[in-house]
């Protein structure tokens, strides 16, 4: 199986830090979450989970055989409701089960899948991944771990059930499931708690931020880029990309790439960084990082003066040290903070719902994706009703129409909702432009 997959191909010292953390959860029933900026590498380290024998064998030893991991891609099915999500989870078994070579273990669970998957039904299809999962842990006493690559990209979709049916399948495993999370940011601070409230306790405390780079990863890529390419890169040009990508997958591949496609021998070094970023995959690459932070992050690192800050000026934000963007009160990867300087702040964008497309803008940029089902219904109703105030009782009303829901929207949750929402617009969430609080009344949303 692995043979067929480039991750199959890194050495099996590749990212060892984390994988090591993340199957020290897995070996105790629990559940993590795997942070980190684009570029740096989630999709690689759910990889070699998934399809690098030797990385498995050098951290699980004999035992690797007794877990399986099934490698879900949540991008494919962004926008599409539940009942697609249990089905792609069911086929994602399906093939892991195909791929390995269980053939005893394929047949059973894709005659299981044939029996639930023709009503097209939710509930009917949550059914049979409950018989899989026992059939898979129980009978078999496998330890079953669903990865979610780019889970942020589903979260507008999600709702409690979906936490809560994890939750039940991992009861009834016990200790042989677990689910690892790959995100941008953690879901603590991408949706409200009451949505994930039922499967927090194997979550909560269990975050791992990639490292910025990783050497044998970094080493393995340029020496196989270097092979398909049939040239080898200059040491010194080497190096000094190595210095200005900080060792981030994405730029360094790029800019291993793109030296590759010249006649490099006519770069010098101190023209290499200037070169790299006329680029346009690099640009690309930069933008990426650049619009994953939010508004109050861009407003941070794009205020801070390289290489010795402004006077008096820190950057203090913890997400940005946490998963490596700044460290010693400094921008790590020096190509970015070149690149920064070209971004222009959208303080004043303005705020837009377009109905055809049922997506919310800031400016040009869709921020709609980056929001929770209730921040989106929230934000939308605030559009909608702009430069009057909405009160809270009609808010709750009008965005929450379910009762059944409405109870559980407390003034209290309210409040971190709007909270959320305001770190997911305002370039100051302290000091808000777009949603106002009038004391006693409600919310007054400017666009």
Known sequence: MEATHFESLYPDTSRAREIGEILSFVKEGNSCQMIAFPGVGRANVLGFLSYNKNIREKHLGENQKWFHFVLLNFSEIRKRPLSDAYKFIFLGIIESLRERKMSQEYEAVSKIFKEVANPNDEMVLFQGLKRTIDYLSIEKELTVVFLFDRFEEYIPMVDSSFFANLRVLRNRAKYRFSVVFSLKRPLEDSIEPMIFSDFYEFLTGHNIYLDLTDKPSIDF???????????????????????????????????????????????????????????????????????????????????????????????????LENVGLIKNNAVTIPLFASFLPTMQQSSNATISYDPSTNEIKKGDTTISDQLSSSEFKLLKFLIQNSNRICEKEEIINAVWKDTKTQKGVTDQALDQIVYRLRKKIEENPNIPVHIQTIKGRGLKFTP
């Open 221 to 319: 890529r340029i020496s196989y880029l270097e092979k398909v390419s049939g040239k080898k890169l200059d040491e010194k040009l080497k190096n000094e990309l190595l210095k200005l990508t900080s060792g981030h997958g994405k730029l360094t591949r790029l800019g291993t790439e793109t030296i590759l496609t010249i006649d490099h021998l006519q770069l010098t070094i101190d023209k290499l960084g200037e070169f790299l970023l006329s680029q346009k995959q690099i640009q690309g690459a930069c933008f990426e990082i650049w619009n994953s932070l939010l508004p109050e992050e861009q407003r941070e690192i794009t205020n801070y003066d390289l290489p010795a800050g402004k006077a008096g000026l820190r950057i203090t934000n913890e997400y």
